[in-house]
């Protein structure tokens, strides 16, 4: 099990490794493992949550607990990446039609696990796309 402390040093890591300033928090009520807030520019993070979903990951994914939390964490920079890359319109998800939410959604979610494939190093490369689509699976049985 990884504590608060394993993760920061994490997230603290990689991001210095990737010259990214970007803050981080653990919060406790955070429903995901891991969450890219834009408008604060922070990685917010539940350990519990995280612990539960290399649990999850390690049956199919043969990593450490480190790198599981590295995949996650790459996802999330991925966002931060989009984010700064593309200017979406995000009053959509508040006043869009459900067609036009769930499209740009789908957009940022798929952008984000581009993005954040970018900086995964080649011996995670295999992992990262293994993580993607079980994510995907994982998502589709929560609906």
């Known amino acids: ?9 994490i997230i603290e890591g ?20 891991m969450s890219y807030n834009v408008s604060i520019n922070t990685i917010k993070f539940n350990y519990l949550k995280i612990n539960g979903y290399i ?5 199919q994914v043969k990593e450490t607990d480190e790198n599981l939390v590295k995949i996650i964490l790459y996802h999330e920079l991925g966002y931060y990446l989009d984010f700064k890359k ?13 067609e036009e939410k769930e499209r740009l959604k789908s957009e940022i979610e798929t952008n984000a696990w581009e993005y954040g494939r970018t900086l995964v190093p080649q011996q995670l490369l295999e992992s990262y796309d293994k993580v993607r689509e079980l994510n995907k699976i994982l998502v589709k049985g929560i609906e």
């Open 1 to 9: 099990m990884l504590y608060i402390w394993d993760i920061e040093r």
């Open 14 to 33: 990689t991001l210095k490794e990737h010259k990214l300033n970007i803050k981080y928090e653990f919060n406790n009520k955070l429903t995901a493992p």
């Open 55 to 59: 649990s999850i990951m390690k049956v």
């Open 86 to 98: 593309n200017k979406h319109d995000l009053r959509i998800l508040m006043y869009g039609d459900e």
